[in-house]
């Protein structure tokens, strides 16, 4: 059965009112830089979009799906390190500023049509039109803040405080990811996340 993404039109439209938002200055001439260089790709449930070890070559916008990203521990086990949906980029971004290979797997846990745009272009970009340089600023000191949450959250709350945040934050995610990779990004083992839910669910 054929996935129902919609037209590839209104992928890029989606995307090219992010950079809108973000800078409301952009102009004509930076969003049509932008768009001449787009390309879209479509990628069945659990296929890979990046392979750890692969450098990424494009940077990733997910127009419809979800990803995990994940990478294999001393033991072998896959740890998951987060989940990027729609209208929410894809990248291991201090791998892909540097082109140095990508420390973690990016799996699509649903069929997912994602927009790419080549490094050499987003650089030419940056260093040609100062709206795209400052939104790509804004989107390396999100991305900062996003790690930062991240640690924070696992150093200094506990397993269940980290369990009630993701469900206010993500509700919309909690239905679409396994029990086993949401128990993996909180760094707590499955019958650990089990007995959580189950205490809360009892109070």
Known sequence: MKNKFPPESVCIDTYLKRYQTVSPEISEEECLFVKSHLSVIELKKNACYIHAGEIQQSMGFICSGLIRAFYLDQTGEEITMGFMKENEYVTHYSSFSEQRPSKYTFQCLEACQIILLPYEKMME???????????????????????????????????EQRY????????????????????????????????????????
């Open 125 to 159: 970009g940056m260093n040609t039109y100062k709206n795209l340089e400052r939104y790509a600023r804004v989107f390396k000191e999100s991305v900062s803040d996003l790690q930062q949450n991240r640690i924070e959250s696992l150093l200094y709350e506990n397993a």
């Open 164 to 203: 009630l945040n993701f469900v206010e934050k993500h509700a919309e995610l909690f239905n679409r990811i396994s029990l086993t990779h949401l128990a993996s990004y909180l760094g707590l083992g499955r019958q650990s996340l089990s007995r959580i839910r189950k205490k809360i669910t009892t109070k």
